[in-house]
C-alpha cells in the first residue's frame, strides 16, 4: 500500500516534517510493508518556510535586519541549492510577533528589515523567490523595502520623504533605477491568501490596519497616504497594480512587490502544492493522510488541509484528516471530500496535557485509523 502524509504543522507542538514522520510511524504500525511518502506541508503562513526547506532537503539561512521599528534581529530564510529556490516569510523582518501590544506604532513601524532580507537573498542569485506575505505589524505599503532596495521617493519639490508610513502622503516622485536589475532574472510568487486591494473600504488600512495599531479616527489619514503611493506605484508599473488582489496584504506590501519586483501572488497552499510536487507523489497512493493542530467550517477557506484533499480528490485517492481540536461544522468538510476526520485527543485533560502528548497521541490515531483500514481490507 502507498500512504502520502502531508500534514501541516501543528502549532505549538509539532512541525510539519515531525508530523508526517509521526503519521509515518502510525501507518507502519499496522502495514510494516508500506510505502511512506512524507510531504511536510503548509499554507503560506507561519512555518512555510520550515516546511518547504524539509520537504525539499535546503537549509536555513540567517541575516541581521531591522524590525518593525527599526531593532535589530536575526531573521530566518530558506535556500534550496538544488532549485536555486529562496523562501521568506516577511513576518522575520517585519512581524507583529516581534512586538507587544504596547510597541505597536504604524507611524513609525515599517518594512525596511524586509528589504535588507532581500538584499541578503539576492548575494544567493536564486531563479526563484517565494514570499509568505502575512503577519506584519505595518502599514508602509512597502515603502521601507522599496527604499531598502534602492527606491527613492520624493516630494513635489524634490526633497526625500522619511521612511514612515504617513510621510507617503507627500510623495510625489518614485525613481526605481537604484533597484538590481538582477531582481528582474528572479520569478517571484507571493503567497497570499488575502484578496484585499491597496485602500479604500477592503484596503490595507480599513480591514488590517486596527490591529496594527491604527486608531479609527486614522484610518482615513493613512489610507489617504497609501492611496497617493498607490498612484506611484501604478505608475512606476506601468499597470494598476494598486487596485489588484492582495496589494493590500502584509500593510500594502503585496503592492511594492508586484509594482517594484514583477511579484505575482498566488494562495499560500497552491504554491506550496506546486513547489513539492505533491500531485505527483500522490499519483498511484490507496490513502493520503493530511492535518493539522486544529479544524474547523473555516478549514475550506485554504487551510493546508483544504488543499492537500482537493489535489487527492482530482486523482480519486481518498483523504484522511488528523486534527487536536475539531471545531465547529466540520460536516461540510465531510460533505466536501474528507473521507474522515479524526481527532487527536486521547484522554480528558487540560491543554497543556493535549500539547504535551500530542505527537505519541497522533501516531495512536493513525495506527487505529489503519487498523480500521486493515480490517475493510480482509473482507474484500
Given at each position: ?21 509521526t ?48 531593532r535589530?534581529r ?12 529562496a ?30 532580507l ?6 544567493l542569485s ?26 527613492v521617493?520624493?516630494t ?35 503567497a497570499?491568501?488575502v ?57 500594502g ?26 500531485g ?101
Amino acid at each position: 500500500m502507498k500512504f502520502v502524509l502531508a500534514p501541516d504543522s501543528f502549532k505549538g507542538t509539532m512541525s510539519a516534517a515531525t508530523a508526517a514522520a509521526t503519521m509515518s510511524a502510525g501507518v507502519r504500525d499496522v502495514f510494516p510493508d508500506a510505502e511512506c511518502i512524507e510531504v511536510p506541508m503548509a499554507d503560506g503562513g507561519e512555518g512555510t518556510t520550515q516546511s518547504l526547506v524539509d520537504a525539499l532537503g535546503g537549509k536555513l539561512l540567517h541575516a541581521d535586519v531591522a524590525d518593525a521599528l527599526g531593532r535589530t534581529r536575526t531573521a530566518h530564510f530558506g535556500w534550496i541549492e538544488a532549485e536555486r529556490l529562496a523562501v521568506v516569510e516577511i513576518a522575520e523582518a517585519a512581524g507583529i510577533e516581534h512586538l507587544t501590544t504596547e510597541e505597536l506604532n504604524p507611524r513609525e513601524a515599517n518594512t525596511a528589515g524586509v528589504g535588507q532580507l532581500l538584499n541578503h537573498i539576492l548575494e544567493l542569485s536564486p531563479a526563484r523567490l517565494i514570499v509568505g506575505l502575512g503577519g506584519s505589524a505595518t502599514n508602509d505599503g512597502g515603502w521601507g523595502m522599496a527604499r531598502a532596495l534602492g527606491a527613492v521617493a520624493t516630494t513635489a519639490a524634490g526633497k526625500e520623504i522619511e521612511t514612515r508610513a504617513l510621510a507617503l502622503a507627500d510623495a510625489a516622485n518614485l525613481d526605481t533605477s537604484g533597484i538590481s536589475e538582477r531582481w528582474q532574472d528572479v520569478e517571484i510568487t507571493l503567497a497570499c491568501d488575502v484578496d484585499n486591494p491597496l485602500t479604500g473600504e477592503r484596503g490595507a488600512t480599513a480591514v488590517f490596519g486596527p490591529q496594527k495599531g491604527v486608531q479609527p479616527n486614522e484610518v482615513e489619514v493613512f489610507d489617504a497616504a497609501l492611496a497617493q503611493w498607490g498612484k506611484l506605484l501604478d505608475s512606476a508599473s506601468g499597470r494598476a497594480v494598486s487596485e489588484i488582489p492582495g496589494a493590500g496584504a502584509a500593510g500594502g506590501l503585496g503592492a511594492a512587490f508586484m509594482a517594484l519586483l514583477g511579484a505575482k501572488p498566488q494562495r499560500g497552499v497552491e504554491v506550496v502544492i506546486a513547489t513539492v510536487k505533491l500531485g505527483e507523489k500522490i499519483a498511484g497512493a490507496d490513502f493520503v493522510f493530511t492535518g493539522e493542530g486544529s479544524m474547523d467550517f473555516q478549514t475550506k477557506f485554504g487551510k493546508t488541509p483544504w488543499g492537500v484533499m482537493l489535489e487527492a480528490r482530482a486523482q480519486g485517492v481518498p483523504t484522511i484528516a488528523f486534527t487536536g481540536n475539531l471545531g465547529r461544522d466540520v460536516e461540510s468538510l465531510h460533505e466536501n471530500g474528507f473521507a474522515a476526520i479524526i481527532p487527536t485527543v486521547r484522554v480528558v485533560g487540560t491543554l497543556k496535557e493535549a500539547l504535551a502528548t500530542a505527537q505519541p497521541s497522533l501516531q495512536d490515531s493513525v495506527r487505529m485509523a489503519c487498523r480500521i483500514l486493515a480490517a475493510a481490507r480482509t473482507r474484500e
